[in-house]
């Protein structure tokens, strides 16, 4: 998940509920700088336990999480794949389950994987090219 779109769905719940960021840090056990860095895109890495601190704090689900992402993804995604799993994604709003949240984490967990191994084999290229 992109990080100033989970920061930005953080911000704006923190905010509906009227809470400061270090409230937040207090309800969640959650540190005022992770939070801060987080709503203000300057973390590449998102930890999804900590992630599942918050949306638990601020009543947020993994499903309205993937829905938000929708919201930016929808609007500029070329891949038909892309929007068929936003599609299928979309339709598990309703069912709101352990086992939905459950599969929801997974999901994320491998497209964290996924990008984090493209981001390292994109710094490789990048390196070998510098070295000839």
Not at 28 to 49: D, F, P, R
Not at 54 to 82: Q, V
Request: zero cysteines; charged letters at 25%.
């Amino acid at each position: 998940m992109k990080n100033h779109n989970i920061g930005g769905l953080i911000k704006q719940q923190r905010n509906a509920h009227g809470l400061t960021q270090e409230r937040l840090a207090e309800l969640s056990g959650v540190s005022v700088a992770y939070i801060s860095k987080l709503e203000s895109n300057s973390t590449q890495n998102v930890s999804l336990k900590v992630l599942d601190k918050l949306f638990t704090t601020l009543g947020i689900g993994w499903t309205e999480a993937f829905i938000w992402e929708d919201k930016t993804i929808r609007n500029r995604s070329k891949n038909p794949y892309m929007l068929q799993i936003i599609d299928s994604i979309s339709q598990l709003e309703e069912i709101n389950t352990p086992e939905v949240n459950n599969m929801a984490r997974v999901v994320l967990q491998v497209i964290k994987t996924f990008l984090n191994e493209q981001a390292r084999y994109q710094k490789l290229l990048e390196q070998d090219k510098k070295a000839t």
